[in-house]
Antibody, heavy 117, light 110 residues
Framework: EVQLVQSGGGLVQPGGSLRLSCAASGFTFSFYAMHWVRQAPGKGLEYVSAISTDGAGTYYVNSVRGRFTISRDNSKNTLYLQMGSLRAEDMAVYYC??????????WGQGTLVTVSS | QSALTQPRSVSGSPGQSVTISCSGTRSDVGGHNYVSWYQQHPGKAPKLMIYDVSKRPSGVPDRFSGSKSGNTASLTISGLQTDDEADYYCCSYAGSYTWVFGGGTELTVL
């Protein structure tokens, strides 16, 4: 069974940092690109970042480029999102998602990031 | 990259059909056959319903179908059931390793 189990969310002050993790199981993690998608409270879904199978290619939505870093450890079957210089507008539920056949076929349970002083 | 345009809400009675539109540009919906649709119940993670415009993942009922014409994609749900009541999002590849979602449509089954 494919599972994506997320951890690392929480409360952080504006300007602070946080690292999200997404532990994968039930499939060959290194075969799939992985993405992060977020959803602000009461709002729609937004693509945040993507990473290639080997981690060599990383991509970001303009609003987080330079502040967020996506990475993966294929030996640990884990995806990460290092978030820095956090702003109020970054507050959201963050989902990791497996990217397959040009779509997000499996999603993590989501983790809430609250940015507030 | 602007969000794709979806109606804020649609509704239908059990057994009826509804169609949700997703309008974009030739840079996203019109330029790629990589449109997907997601169902999201309150407090839950999204679930893939349609990929590559019109393909259904295993386990998704054939009551769900997708199509595209020009810069607009559509999701049709036939034989509405109460459990179909949820938010629905379209998503398209927009080139240069960017992806864009629609604003979401709330489906109410009356």
């Amino acid at each position: 069974e494919v599972q994506l189990v997320q951890s690392g969310g929480g409360l952080v002050q504006p300007g602070g940092s946080l690292r999200l993790s997404c532990a994968a199981s039930g499939f060959t993690f290194s075969f799939y690109a992985m993405h992060w998608v977020r959803q602000a409270p009461g709002k729609g879904l937004e693509y945040v970042s993507a990473i290639s199978t080997d981690g060599a290619g990383t991509y970001y939505v303009n609003s987080v480029r330079g502040r967020f870093t996506i990475s993966r450890d294929n030996s640990k079957n884990t995806l990460y999102l290092q978030m820095g210089s956090l702003r109020a507008e970054d507050m959201a539920v963050y989902y990791c998602a497996r990217y397959s056949n040009s779509a997000y076929d499996y999603w993590g349970q989501g983790t809430l990031v609250t940015v507030s002083s | 990259q602007s969000a794709l345009t979806q109606p804020r809400s649609v509704s239908g009675s059990p057994g009826q059909s509804v169609t949700i539109s997703c309008s974009g540009t030739r840079s996203d919906v019109g330029g790629h056959n990589y449109v997907s649709w997601y169902q999201q119940h309150p407090g839950k993670a999204p679930k893939l319903m349609i990929y590559d415009v019109s393909k259904r993942p295993s386990g998704v009922p054939d009551r769900f179908s997708g199509s595209k014409s020009g810069n607009t994609a559509s999701l049709t749900i036939s034989g509405l059931q109460t459990d179909d009541e949820a938010d629905y999002y379209c998503c398209s590849y927009a080139g240069s390793y960017t992806w864009v979602f629609g604003g979401g449509t709330e489906l109410t089954v009356l």
